[in-house]
């Protein structure tokens, strides 16, 4: 079995785009700092790393299917020139389900739900209980508790949040710091 490093991405990889908008093309993507530092740590520490992202913006037509796997591509391209190995990226394209003025029935692949999550566990073959969940919103937490993750937070505890993260971290760079430390290996982060 192998044990996972389920990565958000937007907030979490690359700066997100402000509230109602979406980074759907390349000239958007802006890496927050250190990122390929802590995904090569994570690599080195044995962790699968796999990104789990909502992409409601194919439900709502501003982009297509391929091209948010093109711009995936892209951002694992560049991450790898780094170093750092993305070794596979889910994402659920559909609407939000109830409340969005939408008849059907909310899917099991969008975050909060941990479809994602299950499906990388049996493609990858990922022990989830030696698995974390990193991400900068409830419902990145409460996907990851879900599936059997621990969890960690980017950024503030949001008070409403129904599920607390196992801790909080100011980036992914420390949040990895933060993990190996937890799990008893030991890494120095290298320079970008
Ligand atoms: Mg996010
Ligand atoms: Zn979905």
């Known amino acids: 079995m192998n044990k996972a490093a389920f990565l958000d991405r937007d907030g979490v990889i690359n700066r997100k785009a402000p509230e109602g908008q979406y980074v759907t093309r390349w000239e958007e993507v802006e890496f927050l700092p250190g990122v390929a530092s ?6 080195r520490a044995g962790f ?3 990104v789990v992202s909502n992409q ?3 439900a709502k037509g501003l982009v297509t299917t391929e091209e948010v796997e093109a711009l995936h591509k892209k951002i ?9 190995v993305i070794d596979a990226v889910y994402f659920c394209p559909h609407e939000a389900g109830h409340g969005s003025g939408h008849e059907s029935p909310p899917c099991s692949c969008r975050k909060p ?8 566990a049996k493609d990858h073959q990922i022990d989830l209980h030696a698995s974390w ?3 900068d919103s409830a419902a990145d937490v409460a996907a990851g508790k879900s599936a059997g993750c621990r969890t960690v937070l980017i950024g503030r505890i949001d008070n409403s949040a129904a599920a607390a993260p196992d801790f909080v971290a100011q ?8 993990i190996l430390e937890l799990d008893g290996l030991s890494l120095r982060a290298e320079p970008e």
């Open 76 to 84: 694992c391209r560049e991450l790898a020139d780094q170093g750092a």
């Open 56 to 58: 409601r913006c194919v």
């Open 113 to 120: 739900a941990p479809g994602m999550l299950l499906t990388a």
């Open 171 to 178: 980036s992914l760079l420390d949040a990895t710091q933060k």
């Open 48 to 50: 699968r790393v796999i």
């Open 133 to 135: 969940m990193i991400g």
């Open 38 to 43: 802590a995904i090569s740590m994570l690599n």
